[in-house]
């Protein structure tokens, strides 16, 4: 089942070609068949009579979603796929084939393209040819037979399908630009937040250098994808290399960026120096979910289309799921504690500024939550993906999202003149052990730091969530 749109040219008088494989096709939507063999059991083919020129059919179909009633007998009443003596005699098909009711509208369609094996042969050879695709529509491709006989029948070879600008799926062919535009992007932001951070060298805290890092991976990510995307399009197959370093990237950037959200929203900077015993039970964490992410993204960008279904997709997504529910917990329960303590001591400005970074990353969540909601809703509504040319929109929302919140907290968080307006106010923390970063800049830091570092890394957390949503449905 592939998304096709409809050739850019002007229609030839054919639909099919033979052995026209190296005539030029650009602009052109076309299904070719390459090297198709079909092999029955040895025992089927020797009790076939060798001088007779057809013993047994195998057919090609191609038909639009939108006319798959037209196969098989259901316009007549008949649960029939295959034509029987009785629909023969009566003229509504010819014996032995699968029963396909024409489209008045567009001749010649449904496709039936027909491969015989001959005598005692064991093989059977599909004529290379091309099928140009004139209507733009979700189309799908059966190999089928009526023949009972031929039950066992292996296939191998290549089916080869493209639209007017290149190899890339009609479905995918949209994300191709959208990530083009969104490298460029990321390439703008990355160059006003440098401006910005040289202006003020000087006055660099280190949040800064978290969201210049997190800025740094989202620009690495895009043009990997785009790059990714551009070569398959070009190609036909996909780049194993840059699919790696993309999937990986992803991985990546989800990881640290819930990390972050959960160390900011333990109060690390502001209300505690360090983090104690708990740093190694993040790094432990950070470590299994980095496994896991990757593990997911890569069966569904570089393996079979068999490798993620069923009880394999389920071994793959439940890890991923559970470790974004306790990266949830974990971070809800942790910025509950230290709001608490911030009323506690009476510290006000920093106390706002955790208000402000719950409330946006409670709204993102609200959000997140909305869109997979339609997500679902838009997946059951359209089991047969005829409206496939909006589902690119499902994965561009989070990575929209995430830009869109990693651009307002470079807003309000920008290098300034004066990063030191909320010192670091020592406390009755509990636990004590190594810090993330150096004493120094975290005893200088301000609550603008700390609260910033505290909205970059939520709104990157909230990219996150969303990214694993829509890696899980590409197509």
Same mark, same amino acid.
């Given at each position: 089942?592939?998304?096709?749109?409809? @050739?850019?040219?002007?229609?030839?008088?054919?639909?099919?070609?033979?052995?026209?494989?190296?005539?030029?096709?650009?602009?052109?939507?076309?299904?070719?068949?390459?090297?198709?063999?079909?092999?029955?059991?040895?025992?089927?083919?020797?009790?076939? =009579?060798?001088?007779?020129?057809?013993?047994?059919?195998?057919? &090609?179909?191609?038909?639009?979603?939108?006319?798959?009633?037209?196969?098989?007998?259901?316009?007549?009443?008949?649960?029939?796929?295959?034509?029987?003596?009785? +629909?023969?005699? *009566?003229?509504?098909?010819?014996?032995?084939?699968?029963?396909?009711?024409?489209?008045?509208?567009?001749?010649?369609?449904?496709?039936?393209?027909?491969?015989?094996?001959?005598?005692?042969?064991?093989?059977?050879?599909?004529?290379?040819?091309?099928?140009?695709?004139?209507?733009?529509?979700?189309?799908?491709?059966?190999?089928?037979?009526?023949?009972? $006989?031929?039950?066992?029948?292996?296939?191998?070879?290549?089916?080869?399908?493209?639209?007017?600008?290149?190899?890339?799926?009609?479905?995918?062919?949209?994300?191709?630009?959208?990530?083009?535009?969104?490298?460029?992007?990321?390439?703008?932001?990355?160059?006003?937040?440098?401006?910005?951070?040289?202006?003020?060298?000087?006055?660099?805290?280190?949040?800064?250098?978290?969201i210049t890092a997190v800025i740094g991976l989202g620009m690495c990510?895009?043009? +990997?994808?785009?790059? $990714?995307?551009?070569?398959?399009?070009?190609?036909?197959?996909?780049?194993?290399?840059?699919?790696?370093?993309?999937?990986?990237?992803?991985?990546?950037?989800?990881?640290?960026?819930?990390?972050?959200?959960?160390?900011?929203?333990?109060?690390?900077?502001?209300? !505690?120096?360090?983090?104690?015993?708990?740093? @190694?039970?993040?790094?432990?964490?950070?470590?299994?979910?980095?496994?896991?992410? *990757?593990?997911?993204?890569?069966? *569904?960008? +570089?393996? =079979?289309?068999?490798?993620? &279904?069923?009880?394999? !997709?389920?071994?793959?997504?439940?890890?991923?799921?559970?470790?974004?529910?306790?990266?949830?917990?974990?971070?809800?329960?942790?910025?509950?504690?230290?709001?608490?303590?911030?009323?506690? !001591?009476?510290?006000?400005?920093?106390? $706002?500024?955790?208000?402000?970074?719950?409330?946006?990353?409670?709204?993102?969540?609200?959000?997140?939550?909305?869109?997979?909601?339609?997500?679902?809703?838009?997946?059951?509504?359209?089991? #047969?993906?005829?409206?496939?040319?909006?589902?690119?929109?499902?994965?561009?929302?989070?990575?929209?999202?995430?830009?869109? #919140?990693?651009?307002?907290?470079?807003?309000?968080?920008?290098?300034?003149?004066?990063?030191?307006?909320?010192?670091? *106010?020592?406390?009755?923390?509990?636990?004590?052990?190594?810090?993330?970063?150096?004493?120094?800049?975290?005893?200088?830091?301000?609550?603008? @730091?700390?609260?910033? !570092?505290?909205?970059?890394?939520? &709104?990157?957390?909230?990219?996150?969530?969303?990214?694993?949503?829509? $890696?899980?449905?590409?197509?």
């Amino acid at each position: 089942m592939v998304a096709v749109y409809a @050739s850019k040219v002007a229609e030839t008088p054919k639909t099919s070609l033979k052995d026209d494989t190296n005539k030029p096709l650009n602009g052109k939507s076309f299904i070719r068949f390459q090297s198709i063999t079909f092999r029955r059991p040895k025992e089927v083919a020797n009790k076939q =009579n060798e001088m007779q020129q057809s013993t047994g059919v195998v057919e &090609a179909i191609i038909v639009e979603v939108k006319d798959r009633d037209k196969i098989g007998g259901a316009y007549m009443n008949s649960n029939a796929l295959c034509c029987n003596h009785t +629909l023969a005699k *009566e003229g509504h098909c010819k014996l032995g084939e699968v029963i396909i009711r024409q489209d008045p509208d567009n001749p010649g369609w449904p496709k039936r393209l027909q491969t015989s094996f001959e005598g005692k042969n064991e093989e059977a050879n599909m004529v290379t040819q091309t099928v140009e695709i004139n209507k733009t529509g979700m189309y799908y491709l059966y190999f089928m037979f009526c023949d009972p $006989e031929l039950k066992g029948t292996l296939i191998s070879g290549r089916t080869v399908w493209r639209n007017p600008e290149g190899y890339l799926p009609g479905k995918m062919a949209p994300l191709m630009t959208f990530y083009g535009f969104m490298s460029l992007a990321y390439l703008v932001l990355g160059l006003l937040w440098f401006l910005r951070f040289v202006q003020h060298w000087k006055d660099i805290i280190q949040l800064h250098y978290q969201i210049t890092a997190v800025i740094g991976l989202g620009m690495c990510e895009m043009a +990997l994808w785009y790059f $990714e995307y551009t070569n398959f399009n070009a190609t036909g197959s996909r780049p194993m290399g840059i699919t790696l370093w993309a999937v990986t990237f992803s991985a990546i950037k989800k990881t640290v960026s819930r990390l972050l959200l959960l160390v900011v929203s333990m109060g690390y900077g502001v209300m !505690r120096p360090t983090l104690g015993g708990i740093t @190694s039970k993040l790094i432990l964490l950070g470590v299994v979910y980095f496994v896991a992410s *990757e593990a997911l993204e890569l069966v *569904e960008h +570089l393996g =079979n289309i068999n490798d993620f &279904a069923g009880k394999n !997709r389920v071994f793959l997504v439940l890890p991923v799921a559970l470790l974004d529910a306790c990266f949830i917990l974990w971070i809800f329960s942790s910025l509950s504690k230290t709001l608490e303590k911030l009323q506690v !001591r009476r510290s006000m400005a920093k106390l $706002e500024l955790y208000r402000k970074f719950t409330n946006a990353l409670a709204v993102s969540v609200l959000l997140s939550v909305a869109w997979i909601g339609y997500e679902l809703y838009f997946n059951a509504s359209d089991p #047969l993906s005829e409206l496939w040319r909006g589902a690119w929109i499902i994965p561009a929302f989070w990575t929209w999202l995430a830009y869109l #919140l990693l651009v307002v907290i470079c807003i309000l968080l920008a290098p300034s003149n004066n990063p030191t307006r909320y010192a670091y *106010e020592t406390g009755d923390d509990d636990d004590e052990g190594v810090a993330l970063t150096g004493a120094g800049v975290i005893l200088a830091g301000d609550l603008a @730091s700390k609260a910033e !570092r505290k909205a970059s890394i939520a &709104a990157d957390h909230v990219f996150a969530l969303g990214e694993d949503l829509e $890696e899980n449905k590409r197509e």
